[in-house]
């Protein structure tokens, strides 16, 4: 009966510590969609093309280095593939790749065919720069393991039984190295290499091992996520969590929650203007923040930073400091994401399907 009661006063500490957890969770959020900059600056380039990936056969029989030499002709090779795996990883990837740059509004994607007939003709290329790439490594290795299994435990002047049980699991590397060249000159803009590795669950049979690619198909598309986000543009949600009222004040409490319920509600102009009216009105610090970190929610950059900087200077609060150089690192993004696509326009005619108006409604 001990036992019950200690069992039941346990469960209710943990129910107790999970509603203080919740309650102490339950600031207000909002979501933003924002577009980054793409990590690397492509001098205005307005066309790319994807060459031919290398498999690791031709790594390693010709060493090539991607990193001092651009051997452009090689990369028009079509290459034969001994492993059916690598195969696969290698046009995944590849198509991917594609696929992200085709739907892009930032850069037009030109096919690798277009660009060798123009290489050979000597005729005017139609990509401003190249994205070349090779396997640096690919290894797939089969293991067999023994694990000593307790069939039957020892009981009295009986002893342990013990069998042995054989099981398999499938281990994978893969290494890729890329480039981005730019056409013109042939300079090298970038040279990077994504690592990785995995293996299976473990099997009975080694027939029932799962294929290659089926183990490291998630890091094949992080793989390509991460080289598109170099290439362009790209989204992504920023979730900006307002600071709670600390005050005993049961109306102020009562306006602030007012104000929060506005927020939830996607009412964020209304809601910064209620706690920019709170913050000059009492001085409240979490108000004078809400007011201004919705102001970054909406885009409204300069008006945030001046904002912000305001209740920074009368309350030299740490939360104000850090939501201050949040402002602050977002209008440096704005304006890197700005000076990409303005850069991109003077090479050429604007890209059809941008509008500034969209995403980059800043206030500056």
């Not at 990369?75 to 790749?97: G, M, N, P, V």
Request: proline share 2%; hydrophobic share 35%; aromatic share 10%.
């Amino acid at each position: 009966m001990s036992l019950m009661k200690k069992s039941i006063r346990i469960s209710g500490l943990l129910f107790l510590i999970f509603i203080n957890l919740f309650l102490f969770s339950c600031a207000t959020t909002v979501n933003v969609n924002l577009t980054r900059p793409a990590q690397l600056d492509l001098n205005g380039a307005r066309t790319i093309a994807v060459l031919p990936f290398k498999p690791y056969y031709y790594y390693k029989e010709y060493e090539t280095s991607l990193g001092t030499e651009i051997l452009i002709n090689t990369f028009y090779q079509i290459f034969k593939i001994k492993d059916a795996d690598e195969q696969l990883i290698i046009d995944s990837l590849y198509s991917q790749i594609e696929h992200g740059l085709i739907n892009s509004p930032y850069i037009k994607l030109v096919s690798s065919d277009s660009v060798e007939k123009a290489l050979r003709k000597g005729s005017l290329n139609p990509a401003d720069v190249y994205l070349t790439g090779e396997v640096s490594y690919f290894s797939v290795n089969d293991r067999k393991y023994d694990e000593r299994k307790l069939v039957r435990a020892a009981s009295g002047d009986r002893a342990a039984e013990y069998q042995i049980v054989h099981y398999w699991k499938r281990e994978v590397d893969f290494n890729f190295r890329y480039q981005i060249v730019d056409s013109s000159n042939d300079k090298v803009i970038a040279v990077n290499e994504y690592r990785c590795s995995d293996s299976s669950y473990r099997y009975e049979y080694k027939g029932d091992l799962p294929s290659a690619y089926s183990i490291i198909e998630s890091y094949i598309r992080n793989c390509s996520k991460k080289i598109l986000k170099e290439l362009q543009p790209y989204t992504v949600t920023k979730s900006i969590t307002l600071l709670e009222c600390k005050t005993k004040d049961k109306a102020l409490k009562d306006r602030m929650k007012a104000a929060d319920e506005l927020a939830e509600n996607a009412m964020l102009a209304k809601a910064s203007d209620e706690f920019q009216k709170i913050y000059k009105e009492t001085g409240l610090v979490e108000a004078g923040y809400n007011a201004a970190i919705l102001q970054e929610a909406m885009g409204n950059l300069s008006k945030a930073e001046k904002m912000m900087t305001e209740v920074y200077n009368a309350n030299p609060d740490s939360r104000v400091g850090k939501g201050l150089a949040d402002i602050q690192y977002e209008i440096n993004q704005a304006n890197r994401l700005k000076k990409q696509i303005n850069e991109t326009e003077k090479t050429g005619e604007d890209l059809e399907g941008i509008d500034d108006s969209d995403d980059l409604d800043l206030d500056f």
